[in-house]
C-alpha cells in the first residue's frame, strides 16, 4: 500500500502520458455517474408528475449540490447503506409474498370452458 494519490503512482511508475490518461478517464467517469444521478430521478419524477425532465434536472442538481454541501460523509454513507438494504428487503418480500399457497390449484387461472359454456355474447358472435 503506497498512502499516495493513484495519480502519482501511475505517474512514477508508467509515465506522465498514462497518468493524464488515467486522470481524464476518471474525470469523464465522474460525469456520467454524475448525469446518470441527475437525470434517473429527473426521468422519474416526469414520470410521476407529467412534466418535462428538464423541468427537474436543475432542481435536482440543486439538490444533490445542498446534500453534498451541507451533509457529512458518514451521514450520506449510512443514509444509501440503510435505503439499499430496504430495496433488498422489498425484492425479497416481492419474491416470498408471490408465491402461491400450498393448497392452491397450479393452474386456476388457465381453465378453459367447454364449447357449450361459452358466454352468451360469444356464441352470439360465432353465430352470424
Do not use: C, K
Not at 505517474?11 to 437525470?39: H, Q, W
Request: glycine share 4%; hydrophobic share 55%.
Amino acid at each position: 500500500m503506497a498512502r499516495r494519490p493513484v495519480f502519482h503512482v501511475i505517474r512514477e511508475r508508467l509515465g506522465v502520458r498514462t497518468a493524464m490518461l488515467n486522470l481524464v478517464a476518471f474525470v469523464l467517469l465522474s460525469l456520467l455517474t454524475l448525469a446518470a444521478e441527475t437525470g434517473g430521478p429527473a426521468l422519474v419524477l416526469e414520470l410521476v408528475t407529467g412534466l418535462n425532465y428538464l423541468v427537474w434536472v436543475p432542481l435536482i442538481s440543486a439538490a444533490i449540490w445542498l446534500v453534498v454541501w451541507r451533509w457529512r460523509l458518514s451521514v450520506l454513507e449510512n443514509l444509501f447503506g440503510l435505503l439499499g438494504l430496504t430495496l433488498l428487503v422489498f425484492v425479497m418480500a416481492l419474491f416470498v409474498l408471490r408465491r402461491p399457497a400450498a393448497s392452491a390449484p397450479r393452474r386456476q387461472d388457465r381453465r378453459t370452458a367447454a364449447p357449450d359454456e361459452r358466454p352468451e355474447a360469444d356464441r352470439n358472435a360465432s353465430d352470424r
